[in-house]
Protein backbone atom coordinates (compact mmCIF):
# COMPACT_ATOMS: atom_id res chain seq x y z
CA UNK A 1 0.00 0.00 0.00
CA UNK A 2 1.31 3.54 -0.73
CA UNK A 3 -0.25 6.71 0.47
CA UNK A 4 0.12 10.17 -1.50
CA UNK A 5 -1.31 13.16 0.55
CA UNK A 6 -1.44 17.24 -0.19
CA UNK A 7 -3.61 19.93 0.23
CA UNK A 8 -6.46 20.62 -2.50
CA UNK A 9 -4.93 20.67 -5.71
CA UNK A 10 -1.16 20.07 -5.09
CA UNK A 11 -0.88 17.31 -7.52
CA UNK A 12 -1.23 14.21 -4.78
CA UNK A 13 -3.36 12.03 -7.55
CA UNK A 14 -1.60 12.90 -10.64
CA UNK A 15 1.84 11.99 -9.07
CA UNK A 16 0.11 8.94 -8.00
CA UNK A 17 -0.92 7.87 -11.33
CA UNK A 18 2.62 9.06 -12.66
CA UNK A 19 4.60 6.95 -10.38
CA UNK A 20 2.17 3.76 -9.88
CA UNK A 21 1.05 3.26 -13.23
CA UNK A 22 -1.57 0.62 -14.08
CA UNK A 23 -1.90 0.39 -9.97
CA UNK A 24 -5.41 0.55 -8.44
CA UNK A 25 -5.92 4.37 -7.12
CA UNK A 26 -8.48 5.28 -4.16
CA UNK A 27 -8.83 8.79 -5.11
CA UNK A 28 -10.64 10.98 -3.38
CA UNK A 29 -10.16 9.30 -0.13
CA UNK A 30 -10.89 11.71 2.41
CA UNK A 31 -14.27 11.58 0.58
CA UNK A 32 -14.63 7.95 1.26
CA UNK A 33 -13.88 8.48 5.00
CA UNK A 34 -17.01 11.16 4.68
CA UNK A 35 -19.29 8.35 3.32
CA UNK A 36 -18.42 5.81 5.74
CA UNK A 37 -18.67 9.06 8.80
CA UNK A 38 -22.23 9.24 7.11
CA UNK A 39 -23.05 5.54 7.82
CA UNK A 40 -22.20 5.64 11.09
CA UNK A 41 -18.78 3.70 10.90
CA UNK A 42 -15.76 4.04 13.23
CA UNK A 43 -12.78 5.63 10.77
CA UNK A 44 -10.41 3.57 12.18
CA UNK A 45 -11.86 0.12 11.52
CA UNK A 46 -12.43 1.63 8.24
CA UNK A 47 -9.13 2.45 7.51
CA UNK A 48 -8.44 -1.13 9.16
CA UNK A 49 -10.39 -3.08 6.17
CA UNK A 50 -9.32 -0.87 3.58
CA UNK A 51 -5.56 -2.13 4.26
CA UNK A 52 -7.05 -5.74 4.46
CA UNK A 53 -9.00 -6.05 1.13
CA UNK A 54 -6.87 -3.80 -0.31
CA UNK A 55 -3.18 -4.09 0.55
CA UNK A 56 -1.48 -3.14 -3.03
CA UNK A 57 -3.60 -0.24 -3.32
CA UNK A 58 -2.27 3.39 -3.53
CA UNK A 59 -4.56 5.64 -1.77
CA UNK A 60 -4.50 9.40 -2.32
CA UNK A 61 -5.93 11.89 -0.14
CA UNK A 62 -6.47 15.54 0.57
CA UNK A 63 -4.95 16.96 3.71
CA UNK A 64 -8.44 18.54 5.33
CA UNK A 65 -7.23 19.10 8.65
CA UNK A 66 -4.76 22.54 8.43
CA UNK A 67 -6.46 26.02 8.08
CA UNK A 68 -9.23 27.24 10.45
CA UNK A 69 -11.05 25.26 12.25
CA UNK A 70 -14.87 25.11 11.09
CA UNK A 71 -17.63 26.45 12.88
CA UNK A 72 -19.93 23.37 11.78
CA UNK A 73 -19.06 20.24 14.49
CA UNK A 74 -19.91 17.72 11.39
CA UNK A 75 -16.93 19.25 9.48
CA UNK A 76 -14.86 19.29 12.51
CA UNK A 77 -16.19 15.64 12.74
CA UNK A 78 -14.65 14.83 9.31
CA UNK A 79 -11.68 16.28 9.67
CA UNK A 80 -10.82 14.54 12.56
CA UNK A 81 -12.05 10.80 11.07
CA UNK A 82 -10.24 11.77 7.83
CA UNK A 83 -7.03 12.07 10.53
CA UNK A 84 -7.61 9.37 12.18
CA UNK A 85 -7.97 6.98 9.05
CA UNK A 86 -4.84 8.22 7.31
CA UNK A 87 -3.16 7.26 10.45
CA UNK A 88 -3.97 4.08 9.81
CA UNK A 89 -3.26 3.96 6.21
CA UNK A 90 0.00 5.87 7.09
CA UNK A 91 1.31 2.70 9.75
CA UNK A 92 0.39 0.04 7.18
CA UNK A 93 1.89 1.54 3.99
CA UNK A 94 5.26 0.71 2.33
CA UNK A 95 5.48 4.76 1.28
CA UNK A 96 4.05 7.73 2.35
CA UNK A 97 4.64 10.63 0.02
CA UNK A 98 3.46 14.41 0.40
CA UNK A 99 2.68 16.56 -2.81
CA UNK A 100 3.34 20.06 -2.71
CA UNK A 101 3.20 22.25 -5.28
CA UNK A 102 3.09 18.79 -7.68
CA UNK A 103 6.84 18.21 -6.26
CA UNK A 104 6.65 14.92 -4.14
CA UNK A 105 7.94 14.49 -0.20
CA UNK A 106 8.74 11.07 0.86
CA UNK A 107 7.86 11.14 4.62
CA UNK A 108 7.97 7.27 4.73
Not at 24 to 46: S, W
Not at 72 to 98: H, K
Request: glycine share 10%; proline share 4%.
Amino acid sequence: MKLYIGGAYQGQEELARAENPGAVILADFHETVRAALRRGEDPRAFAREVCRTQPDAVIVANEVGAGVVPIDAGERAFREAVGRALCVIAQASEQVTRAVCGIGVRIK
